[in-house]
């Protein structure tokens, strides 16, 4: 008759078996570093003003021409976009008639849409003109992060900023992680991040949520803690500012694609000893998030526990030879 005690040992046998197994799979279907592709369509972006004309966009290696470029990843956002644009370029154009130095472009990286994001997108650059606001429109649908990846490579700017395009965080802001950024960005390797935050407004968020989504996002903030990034309180705000020599090195070493690409981010500006800031800034929920409240918060969770594994065990690595010059 089988005893409890020859149960007991069976299942930790079969767990052991089991995450070695699962240590093989993963070893054996990662690459050490990421593939990015960019198709022959992504490089080029088209001007209304002159019958669509195909031009080729600048490379993140290319010498920056603009003092900002403002990265909007977009999926499905024909709604949205509009209202996140027109108050940037409000505050764009301000700054720029304040100082002609203050120049400035705008990507809008269609990440694969269904709907008409490009097409108002494009009506934004027939108004303004393509040397300010540009289109890429991939493909097919990579991820926020590799949406942001891919417009990123494609700017022109000596700071660059990825902003969410639903505009729930009040863009003038802007001005406040600028003022970070002077501050923390003094080494000669001219690296360095100053990240958005919405920490301050935590315990009103906790107040509206549910007890289990409070939960979850306790769960997800530890997690975030414990294997990946110190020191930052809120990691996945949609506001990050970056130097020309950080955005390449981090991006170009970014395996992650979708929710939690902002972790990984961080995560190697660490490694890399990138001084990174945090600001506070205005930010209102908007409604129309693409996120699923608890299944997002899961497959995140799960891409902390790998983005953490694959590093300890040497799957993942982070070149630190990618220099702009």
């Known amino acids: 008759m089988v005893t409890l005690l020859q149960l007991l040992y069976a299942a930790i046998v079969l767990g052991f078996i089991l995450l070695i197994a699962g240590l093989v799979s993963v070893y054996v279907t990662t690459e050490p570093m990421p593939y990015v592709h960019i198709h022959e369509s992504e490089k080029y972006f088209k001007d209304p003003n ?57 990507i809008v990286v269609d990440d694969g849409s269904r709907d008409s994001t490009s097409e108002v997108g494009l009506e934004y650059s027939k108004r303004y003109g393509t040397d300010k606001v540009r289109v890429l429109t991939l493909e097919r649908n990579r991820g926020k992060g590799g949406a942001v990846r891919v417009g990123m490579f494609s700017s022109r700017g000596e700071y660059l900023i990825f902003a969410d395009a639903d505009g729930a965080t009040e863009f003038p802001d802007f001005e406040h992680l600028e003022s970070a950024m002077k501050q923390i960005n003094t080494k000669d390797h001219g690296m360095a991040i100053v990240c958005g935050s919405r920490a301050h407004l935590q315990t009103e968020a906790v107040a509206k949520r549910t007890m289990f989504r409070t939960f979850l996002m306790y769960g997800f903030h530890f997690l975030v803690w414990f294997l990946c990034v110190k020191g930052i309180k809120d990691t996945q705000c949609g506001f990050k500012l970056f130097t020309r020599e950080a955005s390449l090195r981090l991006f170009y070493n970014l395996h992650i694609n979708r929710w939690a690409f902002d972790v990984e981010l961080l995560y190697i500006a660490q490694r890399l000893n990138i001084p990174i800031a945090e600001v506070a800034v205005n930010w209102t929920e908007i409604d129309g998030s693409k996120m699923v409240p608890v299944w997002s918060w899961l497959q995140m969770g799960r891409d902390l526990i790998l983005i953490r594994l694959r590093y300890i065990l040497g799957i993942w690595r982070i070149d630190r030879s990618i220099k702009s010059q």
């Open 50 to 106: 002159q019958g669509n004309k195909k031009t080729p966009f600048a490379t993140i290696k290319d010498r920056p021409s603009k003092n900002l470029s403002v990265i909007v990843p977009s999926y499905n956002e024909e709604e949205r976009l509009p209202i996140m644009l027109d108050q940037a370029i409000e505050f764009l154009e301000a700054r720029l008639k304040k100082n002609a130095s203050n120049t400035y472009e705008i």
